[in-house]
T-cell receptor
Framework: DAGVIQSPRHEVTEMGQEVTLRCKPI?????LFWYRQTMMRGLELLIY????????DSGMPEDRFSAKMPNASFSTLKIQPSEPRDSAVYFC????????????????FGPGTRLTVT | AQSVTQLGSHVSVSEGALVLLRCNYS??????LFWYVQYPNQGLQLLLK??????LVKGINGFEAEFKKSETSFHLTKPSAHMSDAAEYFC??????????FGSGTRLSIRP
């Protein structure tokens, strides 16, 4: 059973360039999350979707960041223009569909994309 | 609002010794609680979860955690540390919405 798939695994780009990170959640999961991890700030939630609809984007650092989820099996996180301070590991995670009244809410993480902006 | 506090950013134990990683939570509703592990250059992996069933939760790799409401704690333990347990461990809390709040993490080192 495939887990969360992220691409690319590594991205090196120059300041000012557009960067697009991609995520394929686990089939059947109805929530998708984008996180950023750095040594200084730890793990930060950027945005999450329920049933392809953005629910909370309060963690998105600024307007240079945008995220979309056009269907249940694909999401993108775009940074335009990129800056050196955006260098981090970006994780995508998905959460399973509720099977009853109470949902367990565990999240399954992808391997991450290591972004370096020079 | 919920939050978690992990006591100790770095814990070092000898191989074969008891592992104890501390986590305290704050939540205005009955919480769901989680422990995740992150090995170098990998994503986070669920170790175990508490969802208001048994207060002692057993997870993978011999880890377990006990929910103590009176102490608002959810400490992670393993009776005997193995070299392969060296990793970063995250405690997390959910307020029964989709969102999970992660702690700042505890790096576990194992001495031979």
């Amino acid at each position: 059973d495939a887990g969360v798939i992220q691409s690319p695994r590594h991205e090196v780009t120059e300041m000012g360039q557009e960067v697009t990170l991609r995520c394929k959640p686990i089939s059947g999961h109805n929530s998708l999350f984008w996180y950023r991890q750095t040594m200084m700030r730890g793990l930060e939630l950027l945005i999450y979707f329920n049933n392809n609809v953005p629910i909370d984007d309060s963690g998105m650092p600024e307007d240079r960041f945008s995220a979309k989820m056009p269907n249940a099996s694909f999401s993108t996180l775009k940074i335009q223009p990129s800056e050196p301070r955006d260098s981090a590991v970006y994780f995508c995670a998905s959460s399973p569909r509720s099977s009853g009244v109470r949902q367990t809410y565990e999240q399954y993480f992808g391997p991450g994309t290591r972004l370096t902006v020079t | 609002a919920q939050s978690v506090t992990q006591l100790g950013s770095h814990v070092s134990v000898s191989e074969g010794a008891l592992v104890l990683l501390r986590c305290n939570y704050s939540s205005s509703v009955p919480p769901y609680l989680f422990w995740y592990v992150q090995y170098p250059n990998q994503g986070l992996q669920l170790l175990l979860k508490y969802t208001s069933a048994a207060t002692l939760v057993k997870g993978i790799n011999g880890f377990e955690a006990e929910f103590k409401k009176s102490e608002t704690s959810f400490h992670l333990t393993k009776p005997s540390a193995h070299m392969s347990d060296a990793a970063e461990y995250f405690c997390a809390v959910s307020d029964q919405t989709s969102k999970i709040i992660f702690g700042s993490g505890t790096r576990l080192s194992i001495r031979p």
